[in-house]
């Protein structure tokens, strides 16, 4: 193995946990030198992760080579291999995870599996240069409420059912309408929203800490059906209920802990409409509401490059026998040795 300072020494970092396939390369300081991204686009419907995995295992190699033009670093350069090892859909993850372990052992560098949500919390706090946030992380996937707590992260809270982005993905595929210029359906969502001007009242969810989004989602399917309302207005109501939901829990999870610093993460962090709930709960808990840009929001490379950085020089490795894929792996099972 490779015995390196950190002045020239890389981690490599691969994402593929869901529709995404991602290298990033982050020096071990925390400078983020290329961080390359090719989405699966599902011709309808949602993801085929099997569909999503052949994509991935075709695109790997020129996401590879792109994030070492990129970063002007050559293959014998990397100290690390790091990969997303969960939580996931298991074909992606899979892809993933061979490349990586093909990549660290033809390099003869070691391998660090990394926890999907935990990178994104890391990648935020690199970014926005918060110390101990509260981290909303609201994407297709995911919506969890963490903070760090006694050595590790903690869920404060998470939805029972489906996610929030997966919520406005499926309103928006019934309600009929489509991605132009490859929008999220979030974002379609989102503009239409901001012409809404009626509130109508929808099921709204929070069962003590978590959040259950099915029925509101069905509530809006029936009302679609009904056709009594403008979409807009639908689109309005949606955003309106079920941000104050995720809202509601991370303001309970910052009064709780009492940390000054609010992250928002996850491809629907990129809703202005959220954005500003969140910031008027951080504001008035005196907390800073910290922005992280958009390329380090939704599923990217980087944000496992620099969290295998920070687990490696922690003493922490993957044998090869243990890098299998963990598709439902929480955050709190993870020990992190890296904050005090
Ligand atoms: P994960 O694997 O972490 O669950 P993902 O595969 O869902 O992530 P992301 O890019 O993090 O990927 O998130 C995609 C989600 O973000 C989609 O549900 C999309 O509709 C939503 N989204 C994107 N832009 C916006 C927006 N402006 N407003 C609301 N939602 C948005
Ligand atoms: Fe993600």
């Known amino acids: 193995?490779?015995?390196?300072?950190?002045?020239?020494?890389?981690?490599?970092g691969i994402e593929s946990t869901a529709d995404d396939f991602s290298v990033g390369v982050s020096t071990f300081k925390g400078r983020i030198l290329a961080n390359i991204r090719s989405q699966y686009v599902p011709v309808e419907?949602?993801?085929?992760?099997?569909?999503?995995?052949?994509?991935?295992?075709?695109?790997?190699?020129?996401?590879?080579?792109?994030?070492f033009s990129k970063s002007k670093i050559k293959p014998k350069n990397v100290s690390v291999v790091s990969f997303s090892q969960g939580p996931g859909l298991g074909p992606c993850l899979r892809t993933g995870a061979t490349v990586a372990r093909a990549l660290a052992s033809y390099l003869n560098v070691p391998l660090v599996?990394?926890?999907?949500?935990?990178?994104?919390?890391?990648?935020?706090?690199?970014?926005?240069?918060?110390?101990?946030?509260?981290?909303?992380?609201?994407?297709?996937?995911?919506?969890?409420v963490s903070a760090f707590d006694s050595g590790r992260y903690r869920v404060f809270g998470e939805t029972l059912d489906i996610a929030l982005g997966n919520c406005l993905d499926v309103f928006a595929r019934e309600a009929g309408l489509h991605?132009?210029?490859?929008?999220?359906?979030?974002?379609?969502?989102e503009d239409l929203a901001a012409k809404g001007k009626n509130l109508i009242p929808l099921p709204y969810s929070v069962k003590g800490?978590?959040?259950?989004?099915?029925?509101?989602?069905?509530?809006?399917?029936?009302?679609?059906?009904?056709?009594?309302?403008?979409?807009?207005?639908?689109?309005?109501?949606?955003?309106?209920?079920?941000?104050?939901?995720?809202?509601?829990?991370?303001?309970?999870a910052l009064a709780h802990t009492e940390k000054k610093e609010v992250l928002l993460t996850g491809g629907v962090a990129a809703n202005k409409r959220l954005q500003l709930m969140i910031k008027a709960i951080a504001e008035e808990h005196d907390a800073r509401f910290c922005a992280i840009p958009s390329e380090f929001v939704v599923d990217n490379g980087a944000m496992v490059a620099w969290t295998g950085v920070l687990a490696y020089t922690h003493g922490v490795v993957t044998p090869i026998d243990k890098s299998f894929v963990k598709l439902r792996w929480r955050l709190e099972e993870v020990e992190i040795p890296w904050v005090e």
């Not at 193995?1 to 490599?12: E, H, I, Q, R, W």
């Not at 052949?54 to 792109?66: C, I, K, P, Q, Y």
């Not at 890391?122 to 994407?139: C, F, H, N, Q, R």
Request: aromatic share 4%.
């Open 45 to 67: 419907g949602g993801i085929h992760p099997r569909e999503a995995a052949r994509h991935h295992a075709e695109v790997a190699s020129n996401v590879l080579e792109e994030a």
């Open 113 to 144: 599996g990394v926890n999907h949500c935990i990178a994104h919390v890391e990648i935020g706090k690199l970014k926005t240069g918060a110390k101990d946030p509260v981290t909303l992380y609201v994407s297709g996937g995911n919506t969890i």
């Open 179 to 189: 991605q132009t210029e490859g929008k999220p359906f979030g974002a379609v969502v």
């Open 1 to 12: 193995m490779k015995d390196k300072k950190a002045s020239d020494s890389y981690c490599l």
């Open 209 to 252: 800490m978590d959040i259950s989004l099915s029925g509101l989602l069905t509530a809006l399917t029936n009302l679609l059906k009904r056709r009594e309302y403008k979409l807009e207005d639908l689109c309005y109501s949606l955003q309106e209920t079920a941000f104050s939901m995720v809202t509601e829990v991370t303001e309970r």
